[in-house]
């Protein structure tokens, strides 16, 4: 068959047979959520550009080069999604949600970055992000930190590591800047491509280089953990305690700097090697000044985001079969009056049993054929209707996967109490 059609390089279709994992690994990290008290919120996907410029910095990566920014047919520039801080805090301050009060909120769905498709890197990616609002210390840090080890303890992915960084200030990190400047313009021949271009706009992301031909030249630069204004290392040092008390392992790491502008204080990301290359599963940090640049009160923001398509692959290289969709029960009928009675049987079973998974045969067919496909289906049991059982008023079962059970000839009712009793013995 011609596939004239693709979708779009970096845009993946999720389909049906990898559904089951992304729906275990959603409904897992919501109850995770909902347990510590945050609330779902639902953005558009399109927001103004300028949204995006303000908050995630014009010389970022991101907005630089990255961004999906079309005119819509009123001449406005408007943007798909990279990310979802910045919806959120938009809708929060539009719909007065941080006057007086704290929020812990989370949202999800697709992001999209016009980025170099690989392996755990693509064009359209899923999140799943949670934004606390109106609380300033470290406990809230913490408590987000806290948050996401257990999700990965609750998913069954213990190869992970948590790498934390602290920003400092702004005041505190435009000096900073100032003195790795001088470092890195004195030093500017060790330096690649990528590099001195960004000592002209974003310094601080050279720091985050993973080119190995400049390990030299950033092992003897300055450190941002050594340049911290005293209030953002009391922050960092009560996190620290924080989590030492709470039994929860971590790295620090001077060098992470994160690839958006809004950040202060606390980074942190959560890193695996068992992904290559895109190794980052979890990331977020504090951005303080963020609501009021962007025409809100002085509101403390911080959050992270999880990369979905990473979890997911994590989860099935770790073998995990996600949740089980297969039917309890595959509906056979042979002859008109069988497939008349069949549908009857089966509303009637789904009223009782909403839980039930049971699939109908449709489109006709002898019973071998329809046999054949109840196996495949991987349902438990086949309910099976021939003239005989429409006759008696009855149905039969017959186990599928269980090789010592029989086929049994029952009522309606009966075969009700089979299935339910099914049901409830599957844990
Ligand atoms: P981010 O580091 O840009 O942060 O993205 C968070 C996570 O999304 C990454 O760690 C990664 O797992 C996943 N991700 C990012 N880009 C891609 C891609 N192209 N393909 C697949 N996965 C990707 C943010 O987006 C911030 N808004 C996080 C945040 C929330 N900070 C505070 N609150």
């Known amino acids: 068959m011609s596939k004239q059609y693709q979708a779009i390089r970096g845009m993946n279709d999720i389909l049906p047979n990898e559904s089951a994992l992304w729906e275990g690994l959603e409904a897992t990290v919501r109850e995770v959520l909902t347990a510590y008290g945050y609330h779902e919120i639902r953005l558009p996907i ?6 995006f410029a303000r908050s995630i910095g ?3 990566d991101i907005v630089e080069k ?4 079309f005119a819509d047919r009123n001449g406005e520039s408007l943007t798909l999604r990279p990310e979802g801080t910045a919806g959120c805090v938009r809708a929060c301050i539009e719909h007065g949600l941080l006057h007086n009060q704290t929020q812990r909120l989370w949202y999800a769905g697709p992001m999209f970055r016009y980025e170099k498709p690989q392996k755990g890197r693509y064009r359209q990616f899923h999140q799943v992000g949670a934004e606390a609002y109106g609380m300033a210390g470290p406990d809230i840090d913490a408590e987000l930190i806290c948050l996401t080890a257990r999700l990965w303890r609750r998913l069954g992915i213990p ?5 934390l960084n602290s920003l400092g200030s702004s005041v505190a990190r435009a000096a900073f800047r100032e003195r790795l400047v001088a470092y890195f313009t004195a030093r500017h021949t060790e330096l690649d491509e990528d590099s001195r271009r960004r000592l002209q706009t974003n310094p601080l992301r050279i720091l985050d280089s993973k080119n190995p031909a400049l390990r030299a030249v950033l092992a003897e630069a300055p450190s941002l953990l050594e340049h911290l204004d005293p209030e953002s290392q009391a922050h960092f040092d009560e996190l620290r305690a924080l989590l030492d008390s709470a039994g929860l392992a971590y790295e620090i790491n001077p060098r992470l700097v994160r690839g ?12 695996t090697d068992t992904l290559g290359a895109q190794g980052t599963i979890c990331a977020g940090g504090r951005y303080d000044g963020l609501i009021e640049q962007l025409g809100g009160q002085a ?5 992270f985001a999880l990369g979905l398509e990473r979890l997911v692959a994590m989860l099935a290289a770790a073998g995990q079969p996600g949740a089980d969709a297969n039917p309890h029960a595959y509906l056979i009928m ?3 009056a069988a497939q008349r009675r069949g549908l009857a049987l089966a509303e009637w ?16 067919g002898g019973f071998k054929a329809q046999f054949r496909r109840a196996d495949h289906s991987g349902a438990r049991f086949a309910l099976i209707m021939g003239e005989d059982e429409v006759r008696a008023g009855a149905v039969a079962i017959k186990p599928l996967r269980d090789a010592q059970g029989e086929q049994l000839t029952l009522s309606h009712d009966q075969a009700a109490s089979h299935l339910r009793a099914a049901l409830d013995s599957t844990p």
């Open 66 to 69: 990255e961004m999906y920014t």
């Open 159 to 163: 190869q992970v590591t948590l790498q």
């Open 334 to 336: 042979v002859g008109e």
């Open 299 to 303: 509101v403390s923001g911080v959050g």
């Open 260 to 271: 958006l502008d809004y950040y202060c204080k606390t980074v942190f990301e959560w890193v």
């Open 349 to 364: 079973l789904r009223d009782r049993l909403p839980a039930l998974r049971l699939r109908m045969h449709c489109g006709g």
């Open 58 to 60: 014009e010389v970022t």
């Open 46 to 51: 399109v927001e103004k550009t300028e949204l």
